[in-house]
Protein backbone atom coordinates (compact mmCIF):
# COMPACT_ATOMS: atom_id res chain seq x y z
CA UNK A 1 0.00 0.00 0.00
CA UNK A 2 1.34 3.14 -0.92
CA UNK A 3 0.77 6.95 0.43
CA UNK A 4 -1.89 7.46 -1.61
CA UNK A 5 -3.78 4.18 -1.06
CA UNK A 6 -2.86 4.52 2.41
CA UNK A 7 -4.56 8.23 2.62
CA UNK A 8 -7.52 7.06 0.47
CA UNK A 9 -8.57 4.08 2.76
CA UNK A 10 -8.20 7.08 5.77
CA UNK A 11 -10.63 8.90 4.17
CA UNK A 12 -12.89 6.50 3.28
CA UNK A 13 -13.12 5.65 7.45
CA UNK A 14 -13.67 8.75 8.00
CA UNK A 15 -16.52 9.59 5.94
CA UNK A 16 -18.41 6.52 7.18
CA UNK A 17 -17.92 7.27 10.20
CA UNK A 18 -19.26 11.24 9.85
CA UNK A 19 -22.23 9.67 7.44
CA UNK A 20 -23.67 8.01 11.23
CA UNK A 21 -23.56 11.34 12.51
CA UNK A 22 -26.00 12.32 9.61
CA UNK A 23 -23.26 14.32 7.80
CA UNK A 24 -23.05 12.57 4.45
CA UNK A 25 -20.03 13.30 2.31
CA UNK A 26 -18.43 11.66 -0.33
CA UNK A 27 -15.37 12.14 -2.81
CA UNK A 28 -16.56 12.90 -6.44
CA UNK A 29 -14.51 12.27 -9.71
CA UNK A 30 -15.35 12.83 -13.23
CA UNK A 31 -14.30 10.12 -15.74
CA UNK A 32 -13.16 10.92 -19.07
CA UNK A 33 -14.14 9.23 -22.32
CA UNK A 34 -12.60 5.75 -22.43
CA UNK A 35 -13.16 2.17 -23.46
CA UNK A 36 -13.61 -1.36 -21.62
CA UNK A 37 -12.55 -4.56 -24.23
CA UNK A 38 -13.59 -8.45 -24.05
CA UNK A 39 -10.63 -10.55 -24.00
CA UNK A 40 -12.01 -11.85 -27.04
CA UNK A 41 -11.91 -7.90 -28.52
CA UNK A 42 -8.33 -7.05 -27.22
CA UNK A 43 -6.89 -10.38 -29.08
CA UNK A 44 -8.34 -8.96 -32.49
CA UNK A 45 -7.18 -5.77 -31.58
CA UNK A 46 -4.00 -6.58 -30.03
CA UNK A 47 -2.99 -10.34 -31.17
CA UNK A 48 -3.55 -13.56 -30.16
CA UNK A 49 -2.90 -14.17 -26.07
CA UNK A 50 -2.65 -10.34 -25.80
CA UNK A 51 -2.64 -9.45 -22.09
CA UNK A 52 -3.64 -5.45 -21.26
CA UNK A 53 -0.60 -3.72 -19.42
CA UNK A 54 -1.39 -1.40 -16.41
CA UNK A 55 -0.69 2.28 -16.17
CA UNK A 56 -2.21 3.71 -13.39
CA UNK A 57 -4.20 1.65 -10.38
CA UNK A 58 -7.59 3.69 -10.60
CA UNK A 59 -9.56 3.97 -7.03
CA UNK A 60 -11.94 1.62 -7.95
CA UNK A 61 -10.68 -1.92 -6.55
CA UNK A 62 -8.55 -4.03 -9.25
CA UNK A 63 -9.94 -1.12 -11.50
CA UNK A 64 -6.76 0.26 -13.69
CA UNK A 65 -6.44 3.00 -16.74
CA UNK A 66 -3.98 1.06 -19.04
CA UNK A 67 -1.43 2.08 -21.46
CA UNK A 68 -3.37 0.58 -24.30
CA UNK A 69 -5.63 2.82 -26.79
CA UNK A 70 -7.91 2.67 -29.72
CA UNK A 71 -9.38 4.68 -31.94
CA UNK A 72 -13.50 4.71 -32.42
CA UNK A 73 -14.38 5.67 -35.92
CA UNK A 74 -18.00 6.90 -35.83
CA UNK A 75 -20.25 8.97 -38.71
CA UNK A 76 -18.70 11.99 -38.34
CA UNK A 77 -15.44 10.82 -37.05
CA UNK A 78 -12.49 9.52 -34.89
CA UNK A 79 -11.77 9.58 -30.91
CA UNK A 80 -8.91 7.83 -29.46
CA UNK A 81 -9.87 5.77 -26.38
CA UNK A 82 -8.09 4.83 -23.54
CA UNK A 83 -8.06 1.21 -22.24
CA UNK A 84 -9.34 0.59 -19.00
CA UNK A 85 -8.37 -2.51 -17.54
CA UNK A 86 -9.23 -5.53 -16.43
CA UNK A 87 -11.10 -7.28 -19.50
CA UNK A 88 -14.73 -7.11 -18.76
CA UNK A 89 -16.90 -9.57 -20.45
CA UNK A 90 -18.42 -7.46 -22.97
CA UNK A 91 -17.28 -4.70 -24.74
CA UNK A 92 -18.25 -1.15 -23.56
CA UNK A 93 -17.84 2.60 -24.64
CA UNK A 94 -18.47 5.48 -22.03
CA UNK A 95 -18.49 8.61 -23.84
CA UNK A 96 -20.44 12.31 -22.55
CA UNK A 97 -22.92 13.90 -24.11
CA UNK A 98 -20.84 16.48 -25.57
CA UNK A 99 -18.71 13.56 -27.44
CA UNK A 100 -21.50 12.27 -28.68
CA UNK A 101 -22.90 15.33 -30.59
CA UNK A 102 -19.16 15.80 -31.79
CA UNK A 103 -18.81 11.85 -33.16
CA UNK A 104 -22.70 11.42 -34.77
CA UNK A 105 -23.54 8.98 -31.97
CA UNK A 106 -27.27 8.60 -30.81
CA UNK A 107 -26.24 9.75 -27.38
CA UNK A 108 -27.98 7.01 -24.46
CA UNK A 109 -27.59 7.39 -21.09
CA UNK A 110 -27.52 3.79 -19.09
CA UNK A 111 -25.98 2.16 -15.94
CA UNK A 112 -22.69 0.65 -16.91
CA UNK A 113 -23.23 -3.40 -18.00
CA UNK A 114 -25.99 -2.21 -19.30
CA UNK A 115 -26.07 -1.80 -23.16
CA UNK A 116 -29.03 -4.13 -25.19
CA UNK A 117 -30.17 -1.44 -27.71
CA UNK A 118 -27.36 1.00 -27.65
CA UNK A 119 -25.69 2.16 -30.34
CA UNK A 120 -22.36 0.31 -31.86
CA UNK A 121 -19.02 1.77 -33.33
CA UNK A 122 -15.87 0.38 -35.27
CA UNK A 123 -12.41 0.12 -33.02
CA UNK A 124 -9.09 0.44 -34.73
CA UNK A 125 -5.78 -0.52 -33.49
CA UNK A 126 -3.41 0.13 -36.51
CA UNK A 127 -4.19 -2.60 -39.60
CA UNK A 128 -6.98 -4.29 -36.98
CA UNK A 129 -10.53 -3.72 -36.46
CA UNK A 130 -13.61 -4.90 -34.58
CA UNK A 131 -17.12 -3.28 -35.43
CA UNK A 132 -19.66 -4.15 -32.30
CA UNK A 133 -23.29 -3.72 -33.03
CA UNK A 134 -24.12 -1.96 -29.64
CA UNK A 135 -21.68 -0.96 -26.41
CA UNK A 136 -21.30 2.85 -27.01
CA UNK A 137 -23.18 4.54 -23.56
CA UNK A 138 -23.44 8.06 -21.78
CA UNK A 139 -23.21 6.30 -18.11
CA UNK A 140 -25.39 7.08 -15.66
CA UNK A 141 -23.81 9.30 -12.69
CA UNK A 142 -23.06 6.81 -9.64
CA UNK A 143 -22.04 6.03 -6.64
CA UNK A 144 -19.66 3.37 -5.74
CA UNK A 145 -19.62 2.05 -1.79
CA UNK A 146 -18.58 -1.24 -0.22
CA UNK A 147 -21.35 -2.87 1.86
CA UNK A 148 -19.70 -1.44 5.46
CA UNK A 149 -19.92 2.13 3.88
CA UNK A 150 -23.37 1.70 3.19
CA UNK A 151 -25.06 0.78 5.90
CA UNK A 152 -22.45 3.66 7.50
CA UNK A 153 -24.70 5.79 4.93
CA UNK A 154 -27.82 3.93 5.70
CA UNK A 155 -28.01 2.87 2.27
CA UNK A 156 -27.97 -0.42 0.17
CA UNK A 157 -27.63 -1.20 -3.69
CA UNK A 158 -30.15 0.62 -5.78
CA UNK A 159 -31.27 3.41 -3.97
CA UNK A 160 -31.37 6.58 -5.60
CA UNK A 161 -29.90 10.24 -3.97
CA UNK A 162 -28.56 13.10 -4.79
CA UNK A 163 -25.16 14.95 -5.04
CA UNK A 164 -24.86 18.58 -3.95
CA UNK A 165 -22.00 20.29 -5.13
CA UNK A 166 -20.80 23.61 -3.83
CA UNK A 167 -18.62 26.77 -5.06
CA UNK A 168 -18.87 29.14 -7.64
CA UNK A 169 -21.68 27.07 -9.71
CA UNK A 170 -23.41 25.05 -7.04
CA UNK A 171 -25.79 22.42 -8.33
CA UNK A 172 -27.61 19.67 -7.11
CA UNK A 173 -27.31 16.53 -9.15
CA UNK A 174 -30.33 14.10 -8.50
CA UNK A 175 -30.52 10.86 -9.99
CA UNK A 176 -27.53 9.20 -8.20
CA UNK A 177 -27.77 5.51 -8.01
CA UNK A 178 -25.89 3.57 -5.89
CA UNK A 179 -23.48 0.49 -6.51
CA UNK A 180 -22.79 -1.36 -3.22
CA UNK A 181 -20.57 -4.75 -3.42
CA UNK A 182 -17.38 -5.85 -2.31
CA UNK A 183 -15.58 -4.68 -5.55
CA UNK A 184 -16.53 -1.34 -4.83
CA UNK A 185 -14.96 1.52 -2.56
CA UNK A 186 -16.93 4.82 -1.43
CA UNK A 187 -16.33 7.27 -4.60
CA UNK A 188 -19.06 9.15 -6.43
CA UNK A 189 -18.67 9.12 -10.45
CA UNK A 190 -20.29 11.84 -12.77
CA UNK A 191 -19.02 12.62 -16.29
CA UNK A 192 -16.55 15.78 -17.51
CA UNK A 193 -19.77 17.44 -19.02
CA UNK A 194 -21.07 17.32 -15.63
CA UNK A 195 -18.44 18.36 -13.38
CA UNK A 196 -17.48 21.10 -16.27
CA UNK A 197 -20.72 22.29 -15.80
CA UNK A 198 -20.59 22.78 -11.86
CA UNK A 199 -16.59 23.63 -11.84
CA UNK A 200 -16.29 20.45 -9.99
CA UNK A 201 -12.69 19.17 -9.24
CA UNK A 202 -11.63 15.90 -8.81
CA UNK A 203 -11.70 14.44 -5.64
CA UNK A 204 -13.89 17.33 -4.26
CA UNK A 205 -15.89 16.31 -1.35
CA UNK A 206 -19.63 16.73 -1.95
CA UNK A 207 -22.47 15.53 0.21
CA UNK A 208 -25.21 13.15 0.09
CA UNK A 209 -28.81 14.06 0.13
CA UNK A 210 -31.23 11.20 0.50
CA UNK A 211 -34.61 11.90 1.51
CA UNK A 212 -37.59 11.83 0.22
CA UNK A 213 -35.40 10.08 -2.22
CA UNK A 214 -36.39 6.24 -3.31
CA UNK A 215 -34.70 3.18 -5.66
CA UNK A 216 -36.62 3.02 -9.06
CA UNK A 217 -35.60 2.43 -12.16
CA UNK A 218 -33.61 4.66 -14.12
CA UNK A 219 -35.59 7.04 -16.63
CA UNK A 220 -35.17 7.20 -19.89
CA UNK A 221 -33.15 10.47 -21.65
CA UNK A 222 -35.88 13.36 -22.10
CA UNK A 223 -38.58 11.42 -22.27
CA UNK A 224 -41.65 12.87 -20.47
CA UNK A 225 -42.29 10.23 -17.57
CA UNK A 226 -38.44 11.74 -16.19
CA UNK A 227 -40.63 14.94 -15.08
CA UNK A 228 -43.89 13.22 -13.96
CA UNK A 229 -41.79 10.62 -11.94
CA UNK A 230 -39.38 13.26 -10.24
CA UNK A 231 -39.37 12.53 -6.61
CA UNK A 232 -40.12 16.46 -5.80
CA UNK A 233 -43.39 16.16 -7.61
CA UNK A 234 -46.26 15.66 -4.85
CA UNK A 235 -49.59 14.36 -5.90
CA UNK A 236 -51.47 15.95 -8.54
CA UNK A 237 -54.74 18.43 -6.86
CA UNK A 238 -57.91 17.44 -8.34
CA UNK A 239 -58.84 19.92 -11.10
CA UNK A 240 -62.14 21.96 -10.93
CA UNK A 241 -63.89 23.66 -13.42
CA UNK A 242 -63.33 27.64 -13.38
CA UNK A 243 -66.48 29.52 -13.45
CA UNK A 244 -65.73 33.08 -13.83
CA UNK A 245 -67.70 35.50 -11.79
CA UNK A 246 -69.61 38.43 -13.65
CA UNK A 247 -67.61 41.34 -14.09
CA UNK A 248 -69.55 44.78 -12.22
CA UNK A 249 -70.16 47.50 -15.22
CA UNK A 250 -67.57 50.09 -15.30
CA UNK A 251 -66.96 53.11 -13.43
CA UNK A 252 -66.74 56.20 -14.97
CA UNK A 253 -63.50 57.59 -13.76
CA UNK A 254 -61.23 60.34 -14.16
CA UNK A 255 -58.24 59.34 -16.18
CA UNK A 256 -54.98 58.96 -13.89
CA UNK A 257 -52.74 61.87 -14.71
CA UNK A 258 -49.41 60.83 -16.99
CA UNK A 259 -45.95 60.80 -15.22
CA UNK A 260 -42.71 61.20 -17.33
CA UNK A 261 -41.16 57.80 -17.52
CA UNK A 262 -38.43 57.53 -15.48
CA UNK A 263 -35.63 54.86 -16.41
CA UNK A 264 -34.57 52.50 -13.09
CA UNK A 265 -31.16 53.06 -11.52
CA UNK A 266 -28.63 50.42 -12.85
CA UNK A 267 -27.91 48.24 -9.70
CA UNK A 268 -24.59 48.16 -8.71
CA UNK A 269 -23.27 44.40 -8.92
CA UNK A 270 -20.12 43.51 -7.12
CA UNK A 271 -18.25 40.03 -7.72
CA UNK A 272 -17.88 37.93 -4.97
CA UNK A 273 -14.65 36.37 -6.34
CA UNK A 274 -11.41 37.88 -6.26
CA UNK A 275 -9.31 36.95 -9.49
CA UNK A 276 -6.00 37.14 -8.81
CA UNK A 277 -4.96 34.21 -11.67
CA UNK A 278 -3.93 37.02 -14.51
CA UNK A 279 -0.86 37.81 -12.13
CA UNK A 280 2.32 35.60 -12.73
CA UNK A 281 4.01 34.15 -9.29
CA UNK A 282 1.32 36.27 -7.48
CA UNK A 283 2.87 36.24 -3.85
CA UNK A 284 -0.43 36.03 -1.66
CA UNK A 285 -0.56 36.64 1.95
CA UNK A 286 -1.88 37.08 4.96
CA UNK A 287 -3.27 40.43 4.51
CA UNK A 288 -4.18 39.90 0.87
CA UNK A 289 -6.59 37.10 2.48
CA UNK A 290 -7.98 40.14 4.87
CA UNK A 291 -8.53 42.88 2.58
CA UNK A 292 -10.45 40.43 0.57
CA UNK A 293 -12.57 39.30 3.00
CA UNK A 294 -13.23 43.36 4.26
CA UNK A 295 -14.24 43.62 0.73
CA UNK A 296 -17.00 41.01 0.78
CA UNK A 297 -14.94 38.43 -1.79
CA UNK A 298 -15.65 35.04 -1.14
CA UNK A 299 -13.63 32.87 -3.10
CA UNK A 300 -9.82 34.10 -4.81
CA UNK A 301 -8.68 32.16 -7.81
CA UNK A 302 -5.14 31.70 -8.57
CA UNK A 303 -2.72 30.73 -10.71
CA UNK A 304 -0.72 27.24 -10.64
CA UNK A 305 2.52 29.31 -10.05
CA UNK A 306 1.37 31.09 -7.57
CA UNK A 307 3.01 31.34 -3.85
CA UNK A 308 0.46 30.91 -0.96
CA UNK A 309 1.22 31.21 2.47
CA UNK A 310 0.43 29.11 5.35
CA UNK A 311 -0.95 32.05 7.74
CA UNK A 312 -3.07 33.47 4.06
CA UNK A 313 -4.40 29.56 3.67
CA UNK A 314 -5.49 29.50 7.33
CA UNK A 315 -6.90 33.24 7.07
CA UNK A 316 -8.88 31.90 3.86
CA UNK A 317 -10.05 28.91 6.14
CA UNK A 318 -11.09 31.23 9.07
CA UNK A 319 -12.87 33.89 6.91
CA UNK A 320 -14.71 31.15 4.89
CA UNK A 321 -12.95 32.35 1.54
CA UNK A 322 -13.00 29.29 -0.96
CA UNK A 323 -9.93 28.70 -2.92
CA UNK A 324 -9.97 28.01 -6.80
CA UNK A 325 -6.46 26.83 -8.23
CA UNK A 326 -6.85 27.85 -12.03
CA UNK A 327 -6.03 24.86 -13.92
Do not use: W
Amino acid sequence: MNENELQGMVLRIVLTELAKTGERFVPVSSSNRHVHLSQEDVERLFGTGYQLTRMRDLAQPGQYACNESVTMECEKGKQTLRVVGPARKETQIELSYTDCFKLGVKPVLRMSGETAGTPGCTLVNGDRRVTIDHGVIVAARHLHMAPAEAAGFGLKDGDVVALQVEGSRATILENLVVRSGEAHSLEAHIDKDEANACGLVDGQLCRILCAPRVAKPLPPPLAASAVSSSPRMQAAVPLQTYVPKAAPPPAAQAAPALTPYAPPKPVETKTTMLDLSLEPHRFISEEDVLTAAKDGHKLIRYGKDAIFTPLARDAAAAKGIELIELS
